[in-house]
T-cell receptor, first 109, second 115 residues
């Protein structure tokens, strides 16, 4: 079983739509969680860390459910510029970072 | 403030050769991690360096080795190249302490092609 699993999509949504991605992880001792965004043929860029209480940054909301071992990312009012691959990252302290394979999002005009 | 830089940007090598990739971390960061990203996949963790020592290692063979220098820059060496080593190699840096600990910032990567 993979350490981190994501629905690869693709998700094709119209501008202004709300879209949600989920990511599950297998190691219950995992301690830090992140969402990264990666544009085609570019490096991943940190979108946001995910805290136990959930956190919001503008149109983006991240949540963590430790009991069910998943994290989610919600994007409201989608913009064309949100089109990218979204990577879920889990870090087990003293071990390593595990990246999901990414979820592809295309926002359509 | 310069971000993470990597060199070279592209590289073509032949099977069996050896390659060295270089990375300079973001200012203020002392930890460097290396990743391999194949097309259509997420980055796979190779190893992490802190205080000039390999601190953690992913599931990669000994052909993959690295080094960190006193100025925190790092090198990734791959020996006896295989066709399957063709990938984008990403370097990421992060601070060890503070609220941004474990938040990694990536360089643009080195695209390695093995023929």
């Amino acid at each position: 079983r993979k350490e981190v699993e994501q629905d690869p999509g693709p998700f094709n949504v119209p501008e202004g739509a709300t879209v949600a991605f989920n990511c599950t992880y297998s190691n219950s001792a995992s301690q830090s969680f992140f969402w990264y965004r990666q544009d085609c043929r570019k490096e991943p860029k940190l979108l946001m860390s995910v805290y136990s209480s959930g956190n919001e940054d503008g149109r983006f909301t991240a949540q963590l459910n430790r009991a069910s071992q998943y994290i989610s990312l919600l994007i409201r009012d989608s913009k064309l510029s949100d089109s990218a691959t979204y990577l879920c990252v889990v870090y087990f302290h003293g071990n390593q970072f595990y990246f999901g394979t990414g979820t592809s999002l295309t926002v359509i005009p | 403030d310069a971000g993470v830089t990597q060199s070279p940007t592209h590289l073509i090598k032949t099977r069996g050769q050896q390659v060295t990739l270089r990375c300079s971390p973001k200012s203020g960061h002392d930890t460097v991690s290396w990743y391999q990203q194949a097309l259509g996949q997420g980055p796979q963790f190779i190893f992490q360096y802190y205080e000039e020592e390999e601190r953690q290692r992913g599931n990669f063979p000994d052909r993959f080795s690295g080094h960190q220098f006193p100025n925190y820059s790092s090198e990734l060496n791959v020996n006896a190249l295989l066709l399957g080593d063709s990938a984008l190699y990403l370097c990421a840096s992060s601070p060890t302490t503070g609220t941004e600990a474990y938040e990694q910032y990536f360089g643009p990567g080195t695209r390695l092609t093995v023929t």
